[in-house]
């Protein structure tokens, strides 16, 4: 059935590093995909999207391309900073359903 | 900003207790979730609805029930409330396409003490 497979955290780097938060999928359609974060105290916010093969989502310096190939919609950032401490989610919609990744914790030290 | 409503942020309070959580969103979206989101951070759906007077269960069992009878609310209700309710609940809504992101309210903390 679809799923999404998301990178386990957490995840702790230092100011300025290279990010990559891993995310798989299988599905039987042609869903969107979208990434979440979630600061603390708060409900989730989305962060970017992409809804066909290719579209790459982009937004606050993260990226992610949906590559059908793969079946992949990888996060990624150049230069993160403290404030990008979050959990982040990775989400799949279809016409029939929505799942979310288990969520990946990010913290950032300065 | 929030266009998505949740009251209370925090509720503490006995067990036994009936206890309704409150959204309300004012994009005028047909979809509408709640949420279970447990302390590994994992969200868990255990209501929606597609529109007035629709509601279905989720994935995850919930001793909880909800009503849909104005677009823009929909409440969930706990009858008598359990140690075991003790969660974080999000609520959620869309437009009608699944290419269509999903806006959460930020969330009731509840302890059932």
């Known amino acids: 059935g679809d799923s999404v497979t998301q990178m386990e955290g957490p995840v702790t780097l230092s100011e300025e590093a290279f990010l990559t938060i891993n995310c798989t999928y299988t599905a039987t359609g042609y869903p969107s995909l979208f990434w979440y974060v979630q600061y603390p105290g708060e409900g989730l916010q989305l962060l970017l999207k992409?809804?066909?093969?290719?579209d790459k989502g982009s937004n606050k310096g993260f990226e992610a391309t949906y590559r059908k190939e793969t079946t992949s919609f990888h996060l990624e950032k150049g230069s993160v900073q403290v404030s990008d401490s979050a959990v982040y989610f990775c989400?799949?919609?279809?016409?029939?359903?929505?799942?979310f990744g288990s969520g990946t914790r990010l913290s950032i030290r300065p | 900003e929030a266009d998505i409503y949740q009251t209370p942020r925090y509720l503490v309070i006995g067990t036994g207790k009936k206890i309704t959580l409150e959204c309300s969103q004012t994009m005028g979206h047909d979809k509408m979730y709640w949420y279970q989101q447990d302390p590994g951070m994992e969200l868990h759906l255990i209501h929606y609805s597609y529109g007035v007077n629709s509601t279905e269960k989720g994935d995850l069992s919930s001793e909880s029930t909800v009503s849909r009878i104005r677009t823009e609310h929909f409440p969930l209700t706990l009858e008598s409330a359990r140690p075991s309710h003790t969660s974080q609940y999000l609520c959620?809504?869309?437009?009608?396409?699944?290419?269509?992101?999903?806006?959460f309210g930020d969330g009731t903390r509840l302890s059932i003490l």
């Open positions: 992409a809804t066909k093969a290719d």
């Open positions: 989400v799949y919609s279809s016409a029939s359903k929505i799942i």
């Open positions: 959620a809504s869309s437009g009608g396409h699944s290419n269509q992101p999903q806006h």
